[in-house]
């Protein structure tokens, strides 16, 4: 069974494939989002255990996002989720009640798909995900092993449809013929109402911890996904961006290698009924402030 303390120790494991960065010496804690808007021209968010737990907005995100935006705040969603295209996801925030234009929002999938050659790329999607957003030749790997064997390259966008009968097709397949594995979620583990999911990102490293020698990961924290961002906020400054997350090794982590200022938010996320101080001090990772909730 997935634990807390288990995701941890793997993120520790891996963490030498992760970017390298310093950190801040001391945190802050606050009650609000809203108390450091003086100090911040843009704010990132995470989205699960930030903004929504699966279905259902947190309380009070909807009033910070509407606070921020009135204060003239940039407000921006960035999420490692690579099971839906950007219309889905902004379906996504409009059925929980918030309102995001489509260049508000930027994913992982969004990276993961500029980085893409052409070629017969061989996807790993959710059933009902139609890949609108795909420009190069696909098909869907299911239980065929001829198709993992005849395609140039690997797209992993969801595990929704993955299972371990189809995980040994593909490792078998890539260590046979080593070939890019784009994983377009580079988390490990998702927290859900009812426990952790695997993502991508675990299967990702499983790869190389058995030989693969070239997958890729896109999303937090790696920089591809940061430079989105970047470029959609027109020029402000990283010391004037804040990312809030739940993640150390994902949202933290990634956002300080870019030097943009970072917020943990602990109460609903990986970290929830968790004292983050320790997994702080045990991973040298430390953001600049820390809350509960946004509100």
């Not at 303390?5 to 390298?20: A, G, H, S, T």
């Amino acid at each position: 069974m997935l634990t807390t303390q288990k995701v941890f120790e793997r993120y520790e494991d891996i963490r030498p494939r992760l970017p390298q960065t310093g950190y801040p010496q001391r945190t802050s804690d606050i009650a609000s989002i809203l108390e450091i808007s003086d100090e911040i021209d843009a704010f990132v968010f995470d989205a699960f255990g930030v903004l929504n737990l699966g279905n259902q907005l947190i309380a009070g995100a909807d009033f910070a996002l509407k606070e921020l935006r009135s204060a003239g705040k940039e407000v921006r969603v960035l999420t490692n989720a690579a099971s839906y295209d950007k219309a889905g996801a902004v379906k996504k925030f409009s059925n929980l009640g918030v309102r995001f234009d489509t260049q508000e929002i930027i994913t992982s999938r969004d990276a993961a798909i500029k980085n893409l050659t052409p070629g017969l790329w061989g996807v790993i999607s959710a059933a009902d995900d139609k890949l609108n957003d795909l420009s190069f030749n696909y098909i869907r790997l299911k239980n065929d092993t001829k198709a993992y064997d005849k395609v140039d390259g690997f797209l992993f966008l969801s595990t929704s449809e993955w299972n371990a009968k189809k995980h040994l097709l593909l490792q078998q397949s890539v260590l046979k013929n080593d070939r890019p594995v784009i994983i377009a979620n580079a988390d490990l583990v998702a927290p859900r109402e009812s426990g952790f999911t695997l993502e991508p990102g675990f299967y990702g490293h499983e790869l190389i911890d058995l030989g693969a020698s070239n997958v890729k990961f896109f999303g937090k924290p790696y920089p591809e996904v940061y430079r989105l961002v970047t470029k959609s906020l027109s020029g402000v400054l990283g010391e004037k961006i804040a990312m809030c997350g739940d993640s150390l090794h994902t949202d933290i982590l990634g956002a300080a290698a870019q030097g943009w200022k970072t917020v943990l938010v602990t109460k609903d996320g990986l970290f929830s009924g968790f004292d983050t101080k320790n997994y702080c001090e045990e991973s040298g990772i430390f953001p600049n402030w820390r809350l509960k909730r946004l509100i």
